[in-house]
């Protein structure tokens, strides 16, 4: 059974901190690996995606991947009251395989 | 304007009904998925379609029926045999138009049983 582990929190953090979110995943042969951000009441939307081990950035975002350690992360720096919401990993082996999420993790910005 | 259309936003069920939840796209993509989410859960696969006349099922399938004759569209019907229908359901879509085809999703049906 596949299996991808986050911290269901909430994560609280002050406006302007960053914030640091974890994911484990359980399958080795895993590919591609996202984070999606969910407003409460709202559907899942794509930020980030990362297939390389190391880091990625795409503004106050930053993925981190270390498939040795089954482990993909996400920083939000300078972080807003705007990205309080859940954030999801999710895992594929590749291609157009489904996805397997994560419960995701709450995270509140607090003004 | 390029997108995933969920249709309706909202629906209710009957005892013993089935219902369609509709799920059309304009974005040209071979792959198409169905998830089921509950409250402060993730999402779980009830179906999915690589292509055309073709889907397999996923993980929470029982009860679900779904079909895929246009490339455009995959609706998803839940039968009275789904005994706890009352959840968000989002569809998504992939293509390798992306290599490593990442999903996006419609905005949701929500059903609940009256």
């Known amino acids: 059974q596949k299996e991808v582990e986050q911290n269901s929190g909430p994560l609280s953090v002050p406006e302007g901190a960053i914030a640091s979110l974890n994911c484990t995943y359980s399958?080795?042969?895993?590919?591609?690996f996202f984070w999606y951000r969910q407003y409460s009441g709202k559907s899942p939307e794509l930020i980030m995606s990362i297939y390389s081990n190391g880091d990625k950035e795409d503004g106050r975002f930053t993925a981190q991947l270390n498939k040795a350690s089954q482990y993909v992360s996400l920083l939000i720096r300078d972080s807003q009251p705007s990205d309080s919401a859940t954030y999801l990993c999710a895992v594929t082996s590749g291609g157009n395989t489904p996805l397997v999420f994560g419960k995701g993790t709450r995270l509140s910005v607090i003004a | 304007d390029g997108g995933i259309t969920q249709s309706p936003k909202y629906l209710f069920r009957k005892e013993g009904q089935n219902v369609t939840l509709s799920c059309e796209q304009n974005l040209n993509h071979d792959a198409m998925y169905w998830y089921r989410q509950d409250p402060g859960q993730g999402l779980r696969l009830i179906y999915y379609?690589?292509?055309?006349?073709?889907?397999q099922k996923g993980d929470i399938a029982e009860g679900y029926s779904v079909s895929r004759e246009k490339k455009e569209s995959f609706p998803l019907t839940v039968t009275s045999a789904q005994k706890n229908p009352t959840a968000f359901y989002l569809c998504a879509s992939s293509s390798d138009m992306d290599p490593f085809w990442p999903q996006h999703f419609g905005d949701g049906t929500r059903l609940s049983i009256l």
């Open positions: 399958d080795r042969v895993s590919q591609s």
């Open positions: 379609s690589q292509i055309v006349n073709d889907f």
